[in-house]
């Protein structure tokens, strides 16, 4: 296989990548809708405490920066790097956190499950992006 061919495939392997992981990243918006929809990502009961409300909904927004951010990057081959990198310590800072963190519940398990399934994504786009610097 020609080398511009590999080089294609790389970069559109990488930035289907980053669109899956812009697409999980996106998907706790939900909890700006209020303490049911908290509860329902992450298995916690925020009724009645207005600062876990607060921290949890701002949680959503900034994870919906990321998630979008991460999605318009992946069209952007220029940006497959940053994103990567962004990408990569958002999944591993939280594994990293949940690992020393017993009795999770189970939604929360659920996203580390997800967050691991991400982490290999990355781990196998960030291979591919190097394997296009190789082509260079």
Not at 29 to 43: C, E, H
Request: charged share 10%; glycine share 10%; aromatic share 6%.
């Amino acid at each position: 296989m020609a080398s511009g061919t590999m080089e294609i495939l790389l970069t559109r392997g990488t930035g289907f990548v980053l669109l899956v992981v812009g697409v999980i990243h996106v998907a706790p918006i939900t909890g700006l809708l209020g303490p049911r929809q908290l509860a329902s990502l992450y298995g916690v009961d925020v009724v009645g405490d207005p600062n876990l409300t607060l921290l949890l909904r701002h949680r959503a927004v900034l994870f919906g920066l990321l998630g979008a951010s991460l999605m318009v990057m992946a069209f952007r081959p220029s940006l497959h790097t940053a994103a990567l990198a962004l990408a990569l310590v958002s999944v591993a800072s939280f594994l990293w956190l949940a690992a020393g963190e017993p009795g999770l519940s189970t939604p929360v398990r659920r996203v580390v499950w997800i967050d691991q399934l991400a982490l290999g994504l990355l781990a196998l786009a960030a291979a591919a992006q190097s394997g296009r610097w190789l082509l260079r």
